[in-house]
């Protein structure tokens, strides 16, 4: 559901979200799938479209449709990006978020999800993903974890936590480096801190590509409510891995992708 983008325009980092964030729950367009046993979901090529996939669900989500048509094709634990047209300044917002996750996006919740949970329950929440990566176009690979002080299933969270794994192309996240540095996961982020206008933004930069992942996401909400970005009282609504292109990204996988979250 984020989308980091070039801080140095605020006016479109404010539009991107405005739209990127206010998406209806469905549109009479969107379509919604499931996948059931060994069967596979269809290629998705409606804006909103979205399809069950196990445990969780994968979005087309082209929320800035001028760029041009987008499709997905849901798989057994992820997706691929297999048509990406068009482009759009990189200066301001991408084109989609074509993702999975688990939680709550705009009313539609993955099945069996235990989100909303508030933070301060939660034991443990371990998640992985295993991108596939392309050597062209102008993307980001992301995870979107959100956070709200109330138990929200709809509408825009207070607080986005954005992990970038991978970028290709002359983009960075909303607002600005804050010179600090977190080592999670074996990895050494970047942090980046910004607001779009609707929510707070904190932004974790891999140095380089990280193709594999797997980590406990508590192990991010709580260095950033140790940043001000909300604290343990508050809930965590969902937890979503993608891409975010600005140019291309046919080609782009989540090879695979899981999250728990364990409360109590």
């Known amino acids: 559901m984020s989308s980091p983008h070039d801080g140095k325009n605020a006016m479109n980092l404010s539009t991107r979200t405005a739209v990127?964030?206010?998406?209806?729950?469905?549109?009479?367009?969107?379509?919604?799938?499931?996948?059931?046993?060994?069967?596979?979901?269809?290629?998705?090529?409606?804006?909103?479209?979205?399809?069950?996939?196990?445990?969780?669900?994968?979005?087309?989500?082209?929320?800035n449709p001028a760029s041009g048509q987008q499709c997905v094709n849901p798989t057994g634990s992820g997706f691929e990006l297999t048509k990406a047209e068009g482009r759009v300044p990189t200066d301001g917002a991408p084109k989609s978020y074509p993702?999975?996750?688990?939680?709550?996006?705009?009313?539609?919740?993955?099945?069996?999800?235990?989100?909303?949970?508030?933070?301060?329950?939660?034991?443990?929440?371990?998640?992985?993903?295993s991108y596939?990566?392309?050597?062209?176009?102008?993307?980001?690979?992301?995870?979107?974890?959100?956070?709200?002080?109330?138990?929200?299933?709809?509408g825009v969270s207070a607080v986005e936590i954005m992990i970038w794994t991978n970028k290709v192309g002359p983009i960075q996240p909303i607002g600005s480096n804050t010179g600090a540095t977190v080592t999670i996961a074996g990895t050494t982020w970047q942090v980046w801190e910004g607001d779009n206008g609707r929510n707070r933004v904190i932004s974790y930069v891999a140095p380089t590509a990280v193709a594999d992942l797997r980590f406990d996401v508590k192990e991010f909400?709580?260095?950033?409510?140790?940043?001000?970005?909300g604290d343990s009282s508050w809930y965590l609504t969902s937890v979503q891995a993608g891409f975010e292109p600005w140019e291309g990204g046919a080609g782009l996988k989540v090879n695979s992708f899981s999250s728990e979250v364990n409360t109590g």
Do not use: K
């Not at 729950?25 to 059931?36: E, K, N, Q, R």
């Not at 909400?221 to 970005?229: K, Y």
């Open 99 to 129: 993702s999975i996750y688990n939680g709550c996006h705009y009313t539609a919740c993955s099945p069996g999800t235990e989100l909303p949970a508030r933070i301060s329950s939660i034991s443990g929440a371990p998640t992985s993903v």
């Open 221 to 229: 909400v709580n260095h950033a409510n140790s940043r001000g970005f």
């Open 20 to 63: 990127h964030t206010l998406l209806p729950a469905l549109t009479a367009s969107a379509a919604l799938m499931t996948l059931g046993g060994p069967a596979q979901a269809a290629e998705m090529c409606g804006q909103y479209d979205r399809a069950t996939v196990g445990a969780y669900t994968v979005q087309n989500n082209v929320w």
């Open 132 to 154: 596939g990566y392309t050597a062209g176009g102008v993307y980001n690979a992301s995870y979107d974890i959100w956070l709200d002080p109330e138990p929200r299933t709809d």
